[in-house]
């Protein structure tokens, strides 16, 4: 089945330090991924999506582009701010377009970031 | 424009008893999913209801279901609770739930089971 594999937290990074989190995943088909963020005693936040192959997600300085070739979805900001502790999660939707408004996670990526 | 709303944000009960959540999706989207987060488990779609049709369903028991009404409010009912339904459930509303579109949020309800 669909499946989306994220790299193990927690990533504990200084102020201004670049971030990568690793996000894979197996479909069938072509899904939309999206990244989305949980900051302590929230629900989920959308932080970016990519609906077809190439294409780049992007806010508030994170980034993430939709790569086929190597089912890859990487979130990636160049400088954090302490402000961006939390927790990540990639997901996709189903590709068949059959599932509706099913989304499969990754288990998400804790992110500390110190001053 | 309002957010998706879930009450009551939490919940204590004990074994063997039944519980109902309730979600108020953002005004005009028809769809709304339902997931449970526990930190064992992570995050896994419960069900999905769209124009008041269960449109979808997860790997969960029959212990756990749900229903929508005419104002796509929706509620979710679990049965004779177990230790292990102690999580986070969230709801997310979109507009019709379609392949690529964002789903929308809510807070959460943390329902505790002793």
């Known amino acids: 089945g669909d499946s989306v594999t994220q790299m193990e937290g927690p990533v504990t990074l200084s102020e201004e330090a670049f971030l990568t989190i690793n996000c894979t995943y197996t479909?069938?088909?072509?899904?939309?991924l999206f990244w989305y963020v949980q900051y302590p005693g929230e629900g989920l936040q959308l932080l970016l999506k990519?609906?077809?192959?190439?294409d780049k997600g992007s806010n508030k300085g994170f980034e993430a582009t939709y790569r086929k070739e190597t089912t890859s979805f990487h979130l990636e900001k160049g400088s954090v701010q302490v402000s961006d502790s939390a927790v990540y999660f990639c997901a996709l939707s189903d590709p068949d377009g059959n599932q509706g408004g099913k989304l499969i996670f990754g288990q998400g990526t804790e992110l500390s970031v110190k001053p | 424009k309002a957010g998706v709303t879930q009450t009551p944000r939490y919940l204590i009960k004990t074994r063997g008893q039944q519980v109902t959540l309730s979600c108020s999706p953002i005004?005009?989207?028809?769809?709304v999913s339902w997931y449970q987060q526990t930190p064992g488990q992570g995050l896994q779609f419960l069900f999905e209801y769209f124009s008041e049709t269960q449109r979808n369903k997860g790997n969960f028991p029959g212990r756990f279901s749900g229903r929508q009404f005419s104002n796509s409010r929706s509620e979710m009912n679990v049965s004779t609770l177990e230790l292990g339904d102690s999580a986070l459930y969230l709801c997310a509303s979109s507009l019709d739930g379609t392949r690529g579109e964002t789903q929308y949020f809510g807070p959460g309800t943390r329902l505790l089971v002793l």
């Open positions: 479909a069938t088909g072509y899904p939309s």
């Open positions: 990519a609906t077809k192959a190439d």
């Open positions: 005004s005009g989207h028809r769809s």
